[in-house]
């Protein structure tokens, strides 16, 4: 640009005062761009070498904790991760992903993890447990798990003041920390410190579900006295999925207790239980793979009249009944992991981590009972709403279909429809297709 500039102004500038200013240009462009190269050399050498640093977990100590967490798992496939590729469409996908970001944990695979359910699509927790190995900061305590780099690392901070100490009298804010990288919908309500042979899974002594619905037209009293059948130790092959390939041919569980009870003031519009909110409680200390769905989808045929009280004892009774009828389950959504319960363990968050955690929980609420008030107020407005051409009260409910079942005229009862194969017949079929692929 400068070149031509003076090249449109050579009549006043001779000739050798040009060629001396194109020289001395060139040579200023080429050192620009050798200065440019050198300098995104080394750019990419030093981005290079922040790439190849990764966290030093040898600094550091080993720790066997719990975590208790609650999380709403309407968006979620499950618990469980299923694969490398999850990133976060399972709650632990979610969890590992968060652990990793904040160096607690090196892998999966080396962290001895173990999670107390395997919650399905959609279910939620307000009490789930997992167990794992994670870095701490103590030196000593109740699941640390001691490393002699990590002593000799401590020493060479004690010796050389430039380097960035550990602290060892104060353990990590595992709560904190990991709220701050989890999404809005999972939590960790706080950590305990457990013994190395401690498994959120097989330590647990006792697991409680809750089952939330509206009472609409349901016989409430009919449910709970078919549902105390349930209690004590039976096999529950008829209220689950038998799961032959990941090799459960045990079905025997042992309830501890099933309760129904109204969460709702009956005063407060429900007539005829169209708004009366319910939940159905069960106690036990392991669980079969969907069981509680299915227990809740008989409850409901007998709250409706379609099955008398006696099929839950009926189904229990494996030699009466040895063959599953087909019926559908239960709606995952109102399903709750409540809580796990363990001996000797004691649960503990730093200070002001608790209220944090429930102003998130509260918050999340509110936006939720907004909604649901919103939508009670359309309701409303029809139920009171006189049609034209109907000159009595509005006819809205008594014309609704409950949200428990088909409608009655079409129930087909559980002992004359289509049978699954017994579960002697799926184990010679499992081991059959086995050999096959062997």
């Known amino acids: 640009c400068l070149l031509l500039a003076l090249a449109t102004c050579s009549d006043f500038v001779p000739m050798r005062t040009l060629l001396r200013i194109n020289l001395a240009a060139r040579h200023n462009f080429f050192g620009f761009i050798r200065s440019m190269a050198s300098s995104s050399s080394s750019l990419a050498s030093n981005q290079q070498g922040k790439r190849k640093r990764e966290f030093d977990f040898s600094r550091y100590h080993e720790r066997h904790i719990a975590l208790r967490i609650a999380y709403f798992g309407l968006r979620y496939h499950g618990f469980a991760a299923q694969g490398p590729e999850d990133v976060d469409s399972t709650v632990e996908a979610c969890i590992f992903q968060a652990l990793k970001k904040a160096c607690l944990v090196e892998s999966r695979e080396t962290s001895s993890y173990h999670r ?28 640390v798990i001691p490393k002699q780099s990590a002593y000799d690392y401590q020493i060479a901070c004690a010796e050389d003041d430039k380097r960035r100490k550990v602290p060892v ?71 689950c999925k038998m799961d032959i390939a990941g090799g459960i041919t045990n079905y025997n569980r042992t309830i501890i207790s099933v309760s129904i009870s109204s969460l709702s003031d009956k005063n407060d519009g429900n007539k005829d ?66 809580n796990c319960e363990y001996k000797d363990i004691t649960w503990q968050d730093e200070i002001g981590a608790h209220s944090r955690v429930f102003d998130s929980i509260h918050n999340f609420w509110k936006e939720m009972a907004i909604k649901a008030v919103v939508l009670r107020g359309m309701l409303d407005i029809l139920d009171n ?50 050999l096959k692929a062997e």
């Open 116 to 143: 107390c359910g395997r919650t399905d699509k959609g279910v939620s927790a307000a009490g789930q447990v997992v167990s794992l190995k994670v870095r701490c900061h103590m030196n000593s305590g109740l699941g």
């Open 169 to 239: 009298d104060k353990e990590i804010d595992y709560v904190n920390i990991l709220n701050g990288l989890l999404p809005r919908d999972i939590r960790v309500l706080a950590w305990a410190p457990v013994a190395p042979d401690f498994s959120a899974r097989f330590s647990c002594i006792r697991r409680t579900y809750k089952y939330y619905f509206i009472r609409e037209n349901l016989d409430v009293q009919a449910m709970q006295a078919a549902a105390n059948a349930f209690v004590g130790s039976h096999d529950f092959r008829n209220y």
């Open 273 to 338: 239980g169209r708004y009366e909110m319910c939940v159905c409680t069960v106690v036990g200390q392991a669980f079969l793979w969907h069981q509680i769905r299915n227990m809740m989808a008989i409850l409901f045929m007998v709250g409706h009249g379609q099955e008398k009280q006696e099929i839950v004892s009926e189904l229990l009774d494996v030699e009466k009944t040895p063959r599953k009828p087909q019926y559908d389950m239960a709606s995952e959504l109102p399903l709750v992991l409540y």
């Open 385 to 434: 709403t006189v049609l034209e051409g109907r000159g009595g009260e509005s006819d809205t409910w008594a014309n609704l279909e409950s949200t428990h079942k088909m409608p009655k005229r079409n129930h087909m009862p559980l002992n004359k429809r289509q049978k699954q194969k017994t579960l002697e017949e799926k184990i010679e079929d499992h081991a059959r297709k086995k």
